[in-house]
T-cell receptor
Framework: GENVEQHPSTLSVQEGDSAVIKCTYS??????FPWYKQELGKGPQLIID?????GEKKDQRIAVTLNKTAKHFSLHITETQPEDSAVYFC????????????FGKGTSLLVTP | GAGVSQSPSNKVTEKGKDVELRCDPI?????LYWYRQSLGQGLEFLIY????????KSGLPSDRFSAERTGGSVSTLTIQRTQQEDSAVYLC??????????FGSGTRLTVV
């Protein structure tokens, strides 16, 4: 089955700096790659997603890039703010999975003022 | 409702007891998913429903776990004869594909 690896497991940046989280996936047929942000005591919240026919997508300070050949995708957060501190999860959807996602183990991001 | 609602938010149960976890999805969402999140771990897929049917039950950890969905809406995840390793946060999500999931806040289950 699909295996999603996520790095780093923890990331600390200063406010205003950029943060990058990387994920790799094993099933080359996977076609949907969402990113979720989870704050303490809450469920994960979708922040951005990308489909396999697109190489990059941007939404204000957040961007995701996809390299299908290398089977990896990355989340980029620019001009980080303390409220960006949370756990971020990447996921990949294999075909014929009914939209069941395979998640990475998460990255705990800390943005220090 | 406005979001996915899960109840209870917290549940402490004794080893060997049965528990029922409830999920109210967003109205009109056709698909519903259950995931388990253990401390410091990612999200482990358990089961999903399309309408009231569950095409994929492959993620259920053992035959002590079962789930149902009625009326294309509310879903219940039941764990029989709970064990300490069942302690985790159980998350429910709903969607109408190809839109992304909306998760509930989860049920934190502690088996003592």
């Amino acid at each position: 089955g699909e295996n999603v690896e996520q790095h780093p497991s923890t990331l600390s940046v200063q406010e205003g700096d950029s943060a990058v989280i990387k994920c790799t996936y094993s099933d080359s047929a996977s076609n949907y790659f969402p990113w979720y942000k989870q704050e303490l005591g809450k469920g994960p919240q979708l922040i951005i997603d990308i489909r396999s026919n697109v190489g990059e997508k941007k939404d204000q300070r957040i961007a995701v890039t996809l390299n299908k050949t290398a089977k990896h995708f990355s989340l980029h957060i620019t001009e980080t703010q303390p409220e960006d501190s949370a756990v971020y999860f990447c996921a990949a959807k294999p075909p014929n999975s009914g939209y069941a996602l395979n998640f990475g183990k998460g990255t705990s991001l800390l943005v220090t003022p | 409702g406005a979001g996915v609602s899960q109840s209870p938010s917290n549940k402490v149960t004794e080893k060997g007891k049965d528990v029922e976890l409830r999920c109210d999805p967003i109205s009109g969402h056709t698909a519903l998913y259950w995931y388990r999140q253990s401390l410091g771990q990612g999200l482990e897929f358990l089961i999903y429903f399309q309408g009231n049917s569950a095409p994929d039950k492959s993620g259920l950890p053992s035959d002590r776990f079962s789930a149902e969905r009625t009326g294309g809406s509310v879903s219940t995840l039941t764990i029989q004869r709970t064990q300490q390793e069942d302690s985790a946060v159980y998350l429910c999500a709903s969607t109408t594909p190809p839109s992304g999931y909306t998760f509930g806040s989860g049920t934190r289950l502690t088996v003592v």
